[in-house]
């Protein structure tokens, strides 16, 4: 991996309107995120209409394939919010076929180590800096750019985010916060839980899960990285503001679920 200094999503000059969540992370504005795990096209639609800034495309858990993959990038940026995909792992394969839907931001989940950390820029970056290959159409038309355009601006402006949800994450986490090109590190506090504690959800006062993000938080701000986590409504990520610089709320799948639940109990109350 090339070491030399480069700017990235934090230092970048590039002025690009279409990049929600990137500029509402600059400008200190606490964007909010949600998981959309169903794959459709109108679900796209209908979650980006909300006011999120950025939705992250399900492709770890979520019922979401390649194809289902590139609409909903398309859908979720014709309408001004940031596709964030999500995949399986730092693997090159994932990562190439994810950024060429014109994905705004790539999350990766459990990264354990530095050197998985490495991988990932590695291969979301276009030489000089990374290994990425060039070749599809996609990712400029998703950015309201040329290719020529695009390839000039990706390596500054797309959102590497990785997660840090086990016990090796957090026994590693100052070194993979201080990987160049990793931009924010985000908690999945339920895997994070199950590592920890031997259950999930945590309840929230676990001496060790509380030190734990703790940690999290503080490696993140200390190596200039942007940290952020998953919250379950609304009140909760508000609590979170000040803390975290972003926070995902929830899924549509549960969102979906909780809101006919709790509307079906008040009918028949």
């Not at 705004?104 to 290994?131: D, T, W």
């Not at 200390?222 to 940290?227: E, L, Y």
Request: glycine share 8%.
């Amino acid at each position: 991996m090339v070491k030399e200094s480069f700017p990235d999503a934090h230092t970048t000059q590039i002025q690009n309107g279409r990049l929600r969540m990137l500029n509402r992370l600059r400008e200190g504005e606490f964007p909010l995120m949600t998981f959309m795990a169903i794959p459709s096209v109108r679900m796209a639609q209908i979650v980006a209409l909300t006011g999120l800034d950025g939705v992250i495309v399900d492709c770890e858990h979520g019922h979401i394939g390649d194809d289902s993959m590139h609409n909903a990038v398309a859908a979720i940026s014709s309408l001004g919010v940031s596709p964030i995909i999500r995949i399986r792992g730092p693997s090159p394969d994932l990562i190439k076929r994810a950024l060429d839907t014109g994905a705004h931001g790539l999350m990766v989940p459990q990264i354990n180590s530095a050197e998985e950390a490495e991988l990932v820029v590695r291969y979301s970056k276009f030489p000089p800096q990374g290994l990425r290959g060039q070749g599809s159409a996609f990712p400029a038309i998703a950015h309201g750019l040329t290719t020529p355009e695009y390839m000039a601006s990706a390596n500054q402006t797309l959102l590497t985010m990785v997660q840090i949800e086990t016990r090796e994450g957090v026994v590693n986490v100052d070194k993979i916060c201080a990987v160049p090109g990793v931009d924010l590190v985000f908690i999945g506090p339920n895997d994070l839980a199950q590592s920890l504690l031997g259950y999930t959800p945590a309840k929230g006062d676990e001496p060790e899960f509380v030190q734990a993000v703790e940690k999290i938080v503080t490696a993140a701000k200390r190596n200039g990285k942007w940290v952020g986590r998953l919250a379950n409504d609304g009140t909760l990520a508000k609590s979170m503001r000040g803390t975290f610089d972003s926070v995902a709320i929830t899924g549509d799948t549960k969102a979906i679920q909780n809101w006919y639940t709790a509307e079906i109990e008040t009918a028949r109350s």
